[in-house]
């Protein structure tokens, strides 16, 4: 309802415009100070309702002029009691004045409370003309904008807004102004005065007349230059982050890479290194063969010519000189000693009929050999359903044995050795056992751990294409090699 205020008292005009001003169904379209300018507001403006000439009865005003507004609107009349009222006392000019006063400090101190909040505001605030231009500014905002009220004053928001941003909020602004959008926020930049931008984040609403015309704008603008800064910063941190991360990623990959190709050269030198050892284990069985022959053929024979000789001489020089037969004896008894020795070195290293006997009859025809042929009494404790094995695999154990026993002959010094051979499902064992001095700790522990000896890493070397395990135990009352093969992966291996 559009009001035209006719009353020669600014102060009564004032109280009626801020009492009513808050209503949202009034607006105060128009004031005049007396009879002649109400009577040409009144047919310029058009208003729904005229006050005018108000008088202040002795209750308030306010309500009573609210009702009677609202009555006039639904076109009904409106009295008020206090004037009808027989005998009711109007109020003086004096008390007038004095409500007028009252009115009046109320509506300073409401003004002051609105400044000061709008100035003490720790958020830019500024109220803009529908143009553009500046009405009002608060400390902060100018703070923010970097120049003074005075200096915003003559300016435009254009001329102080980031060029980047200004279509952007132009764009806004054209929707809130055509009442498209009841208020806009947007994060922009201001240039300041001294070059330096500033980042903001502006919230922008209108406040618009009776006629729902655009009075001015208020604009807030918190100044967040420096979450801006963070934020670069992470942005920055983050690409720099996702660089190092790409980069290492790169270099992680090409270190597999490298590693991966080193591991095939790897792998392919110990299948080289496997090849070729497995290749020296068949040319030593070849030359094991060869020399055994030989110690055998050869030098066997000549030391039986060299132990028929020394019975000669013996004989011949018997009577004539007895010294030089005794020796010729002793020399004979020590050749006779050699001969044996040879010749159990020789059946050691002789190669087996391992085809046509199998493993069980090439180890029974070894164990027998070295019993008859030295101090040593080999027993053999074999299982029940050991039958035949791969071929490759018969030949590792029976080499095993063969250098088992090599050693319990060389250095344990025992009187017996004990061969076990036992098989299940899952594997194969193989135990060679002797009763003799052993070896010391350190000894078994740089065997344990470096392996050394040539026999014992042959022995190894034999297990490994069959991925089986070996143990060795010993002390002073004798030494105990164990071999395991498991089955499956022989049986696998040999075909
Ligand atoms: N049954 C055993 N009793 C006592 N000591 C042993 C026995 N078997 C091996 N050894 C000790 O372990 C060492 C290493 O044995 P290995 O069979 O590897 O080498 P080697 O017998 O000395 O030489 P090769 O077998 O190459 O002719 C031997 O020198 C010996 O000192
Ligand atoms: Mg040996």
């Known amino acids: 309802m559009r009001i035209l205020v006719a009353d020669d008292h600014d102060i009564i005009r004032r109280g009626v415009r801020s009492l009513l001003e808050v209503q949202s169904d009034f607006s105060i379209c128009g004031e005049a100070v007396n009879g002649r300018e109400a009577i040409e507001k009144a047919l310029e403006l058009k208003p729904d309702a005229i006050i005018m000439d108000l008088y202040v009865a002795k209750s308030s005003i306010d309500g ?71 009405l009002r500014l608060n400390r902060k905002a100018c703070e923010i904008l970097g120049y003074t009220q005075e200096e915003l004053l003559k300016l435009t928001f254009r001329e102080v807004t980031h060029p980047a941003d ?30 330096s931008i500033v980042w903001v984040n502006l919230t922008v609403s209108s406040v618009r007349d009776s006629e729902n015309k655009v009075k001015y704008l208020i604009a807030v603008a918190e100044d ?63 030359e094991r063969r060869r020399i055994a022959r030989d110690l055998h053929d050869s030098a066997g024979q000549t030391l039986t010519a060299v132990g028929l000789n020394l019975a000669a001489i013996e004989r011949e020089t018997k009577v004539v000189a007895p010294d030089v037969a005794s020796t010729a004896a002793e020399s004979r008894m020590l050749v006779k000693q050699l001969i044996e020795e040879i010749r159990t070195l020789s059946y050691l290293l002789h190669p087996p009929l391992l085809e046509e006997s199998g493993l069980i009859g090439a180890i029974s025809w070894l164990a027998d050999g070295i019993t008859k042929r030295s101090q040593i009494d080999v027993k053999l404790e074999l299982g029940d359903e050991i039958g035949r094995l791969p071929q490759d695999l018969e030949l590792a154990v029976f080499r ?32 060679v056992e ?4 052993g070896m010391s700790p350190e000894q ?32 002073r009352h004798g030494t105990r090699i164990e071999v395991k093969f498991p089955l499956r992966r022989a049986a696998a291996h040999a075909n």
């Open 64 to 134: 009573r002029l609210i009702t009677a507004l609202q009555k006039l609107r639904k076109h009904e009349a409106y009295v008020d009691p206090d004037i009808t009222q027989e005998g009711s006392t109007l109020l003086d000019v004096e008390e007038i004045l004095q409500r007028s006063l009252a009115f009046e400090n109320a509506l300073v101190e409401s003004e002051e409370r609105f400044r000061s909040t709008f100035e003490l505001a720790a958020v830019g605030i500024a109220h803009m003309a529908p143009d553009g231009r500046w």
């Open 166 to 195: 200004l279509a952007t909020d132009l764009a806004f602004r054209e929707k809130l102004l055509a009442g498209l959008l009841p208020q806009y926020s947007m994060e922009k930049r201001y240039v300041r005065k001294n070059g």
């Open 224 to 286: 967040i230059s420096k979450r801006r800064e963070w934020q670069d910063a992470l942005k920055k941190s983050e690409a720099k982050l996702q660089h190092l991360t790409g980069n290492l990623e790169r270099r992680v990959a090409e270190r597999t890479r490298e590693l991966a190709t080193k591991n095939a050269e790897m792998e392919t030198q110990t299948e080289i290194v496997q090849e070729l050892s497995a290749r020296l284990l068949q040319a030593g069985d070849e």
């Open 400 to 431: 095993i044995v063969q250098e088992c026993l090599a050693n319990v002959y060389r250095h344990s010094g025992s009187k017996s050795a004990t061969i076990r051979l036992n098989r299940d499902s899952q594997k194969l064992m193989l135990q």
């Open 434 to 437: 002797d009763e003799g001095r």
């Open 444 to 475: 078994l522990r740089a065997l344990q751990t470096s392996g050394c000896g040539v026999g014992l890493r042959g022995i190894q070397e034999r297990i490994r294409p069959f991925s089986g395990s070996f143990d060795i135990q010993s002390d």
